[in-house]
């Protein structure tokens, strides 16, 4: 293949062998790829979370000469702010990656001049993700976990001779 000249950045010259044009629609097709990936997840991630729900059987003690009462309780993503935020921010990225495919989709063909807003965009996009899927994630382990400040207090079935499991350090002064 013959190297032509061709116009470069800032008014400079670059030498290209012609074949541009296969690696920028070779990368347009992966790119479109990787935009229905990002949209099929990022629905299936907004619907999972909105949908599910978990019922566990609580007992709890009345009176101590009565037997445990065993009451049902659901926990459901609209009842934590931290699983709403994480279900609206990849409600977001889903409108965001269909509209986005659309536009890669559309002007394939045409100008290049629409990939930095894009770009931007995504990286707008991926911090709000990181950001939702951080906040859900922290509230799922503090949900899992006896933090220090939970440690102390007592549940309804506990008896007022037990001592927490957790305790502060003392200190030695």
């Given at each position: 293949m013959?190297?032509?000249?061709?116009?470069?950045?800032?008014?400079?010259?670059?030498?290209g062998?012609?074949?541009?044009g296969?690696?920028q629609?070779?990368?347009g097709?992966?790119?479109?790829?990787?935009?229905?990936?990002?949209?099929?997840m990022?629905?299936v991630?907004?619907l999972v979370?909105a949908?599910?729900?978990e019922t566990?059987?609580?007992?709890?003690?009345?009176?101590?000469?009565?037997p445990?009462?065993?009451?049902p309780?659901?926990?459901?993503?609209?009842?934590?702010s931290?699983?709403?935020?994480?279900?609206?921010?990849?409600?977001?990225?889903?409108?965001?990656?269909a509209?986005?495919?659309?536009?890669?989709?559309?002007k394939?063909?045409s100008?290049?001049?629409?990939i930095?807003?894009i770009s931007?965009?995504?990286?707008?996009v991926?911090?709000?993700?990181?950001?939702?899927?951080?906040?859900?994630?922290?509230?799922?382990?503090?949900?899992?976990?006896?933090?220090?400040?939970?440690?102390?207090?007592?549940?309804?079935?506990?008896?007022?001779?037990?001592?927490?499991r957790?305790?502060?350090?003392s200190s030695?002064?």
């Open positions: 013959e190297s032509t000249v061709k116009p470069g950045v800032n008014g400079g010259l670059r030498h062998t012609g074949d541009e296969r690696t629609a070779g990368a097709l992966s790119a479109g790829i990787l935009r229905l990936l990002v949209v099929a990022t629905l991630a907004a979370m949908t599910a729900s566990q059987t609580v007992s709890i003690e009345v009176a101590p000469t009565l445990p009462l065993p009451v309780v659901t926990a459901k993503a609209a009842y934590s931290a699983f709403i935020y994480f279900i609206v921010a990849n409600a977001i990225a889903f409108a965001y990656s509209c986005s495919l659309a536009v890669v989709v559309i394939r063909g100008a290049r001049g629409s930095l807003p931007i965009l995504d990286a707008v991926v911090g709000l993700l990181f950001s939702g899927n951080g906040a859900a994630a922290a509230f799922g382990v503090l949900g899992s976990t006896e933090t220090p400040m939970s440690a102390g207090r007592r549940s309804a079935t506990s008896s007022a001779d037990s001592a927490p957790h305790r502060f350090p030695s002064r």
